[in-house]
Each structure stands twice: as C-alpha cells, then as structure tokens.
C-alpha cells in the first residue's frame, strides 16, 4: 500500500546525498522511529556526490551502509546503472557494473535486470551474487498499466548459444560444485570460446564464486554452480 511508503525528508525535493553523515544519520533515525524493514535508495549513483570509481570514497559510503543494516535489522536495497546502455539482445554481466569493484564487493546479492530477447517485452532477472542463501533461478517480468506480471525468463535465441547452453547442461549437475577452471580448460579443448562461455553460463543462471586461500582474502580460483 502506498500509505506504507515513507520518504526520507518531508520534503520530496531534497536529494538525499550518502557523503554528508548528517543524512546517514537521518536514515538510521527514521528505521528505528518506524520501525522500517526495507530502505530503497534509487539510485546509488546518484545518492552521493563522490567519485564512484573512487575505491576509498565508496567504501567509505558502503561501509556506512553496512552498518546502518547490521545495527537496525533493515535490509538495505539500492539500484547501480550499468556502464553501458543496456538495449534489447545486449547480455548483462556482473562486470558491466558501474564505479568502483567495491561496490559489488559489498554487496551480499547482486540482481541483474536485461532484455535479451529483443523481440519480447520480458526482462529478465538473474542472481550475480548471493552470500546470504541458495542461489534463485532466472525469472522473467514485464510491466503493464495494470499490473506487473512475472513468469520464464527469456532467453537469447541465437542458436550457437543453445548449442552452448545444451552443453554446460550436459557437463554440470544441478547444484554441484565445479570448478570454472576446468569446464573452461575442457570447453577449449573441444574448440568453444571461453568467453562466449562465461557469457552463456552467466545467462542461464551459474553462481560464480570465489576460492579464497587459507589465512587471507586472495582469491585463489573460482567455482560454478548451476
């Protein structure tokens, strides 16, 4: 309900900005004073006045971020254009995030919204990141006057993409761990293209994560999970 909706200022024409704590501070005060669950801010980039290709300036705001959600409760949600237009056909990846690395390094989901089919009015979404659960399949959604509808996630209809998306199929078991390295080193082998790949399995929903060594943050490989 639009009455369950709270602004941040009472008035709609202040732009909130994450560089001045005085507005960081307003924000933990009102999800305590009411208690809210859930805060949306759209968009991150146009929330600060920073350099969001600045590692340390957005640290600075993420970490504030992260400790508004951990002392309050409240999940924290915020939109991040891509770096480029996103058009119909185009595939989204979680390296077309725009600004600094630190940002998705923050982050504990990251949802990706594309149109790949460029002759429906579906978008799809899909989890490049997930540290708090299980990873959830591609959906799709459209959006009408009336309402928002969800269902399948489109998908690409290129056929050498099926081709490809017939394979990792074949390779990985759902919700086996593999490691990426040696699907790629077997992909080339039999003459695919490791990008093309890294692209097919990004669109049909495989959870890439990192392997980090014993005793540091290094990132030493990483896995696939579809």
């Known amino acids: 309900p639009i009455e369950r909706i709270k602004l941040l200022f009472s008035d709609p024409r202040v732009r909130l900005d994450l560089s ?3 507005h ?5 005060k009102r999800i305590n004073q009411s208690r809210i669950p859930l805060v949306v801010i759209d968009s991150l980039a146009a929330a ?11 640290t600075e705001i993420l970490r504030n971020l992260s400790g508004i959600a951990e002392r309050t409760k409240a999940a924290i949600v915020f939109t991040q254009p891509a770096r480029k237009v996103v058009i119909p056909g ?3 990846t979680l390296a077309d995030c725009r600004g600094s690395t630190v940002i998705t390094s923050f982050s504990k989901c990251i949802l990706g919204i594309d149109c790949p089919d460029p002759t429906s009015s ?13 990873n959830h399949p591609p ?18 209809h290129r056929a050498k993409d099926k081709q490809l998306i017939l394979w990792l199929r074949k390779e990985m078991e759902k919700g086996v ?23 097919v399995a990004a669109a049909i929903g495989v959870l890439t994560k990192p392997v980090r060594g014993e ?7 990483w896995t696939w999970t579809l």
């Open 177 to 199: 761990v593999y490691s990426s390295a040696n699907i790629l080193d077997k992909a080339s082998k039999e003459g695919i293209a490791k990008q093309r790949l890294r692209k």
């Open 122 to 134: 579906w978008k799809r979404v899909r989890v490049f990141k997930e540290s708090l659960g299980s």
């Open 48 to 58: 600060h006045s920073k350099n969001e290709n600045a590692a340390n300036k957005m």
């Open 139 to 156: 959906f799709g959604f459209r959006v009408s006057a009336e309402m928002v509808e969800f269902g399948e996630a489109p998908e690409r």
């Open 24 to 28: 960081i501070e307003e924000i933990e």
């Open 215 to 221: 005793g540091n943050r290094k990132i030493v490989s």
């Open 20 to 22: 001045l704590q005085s």
């Open 90 to 92: 185009m595939e989204l």
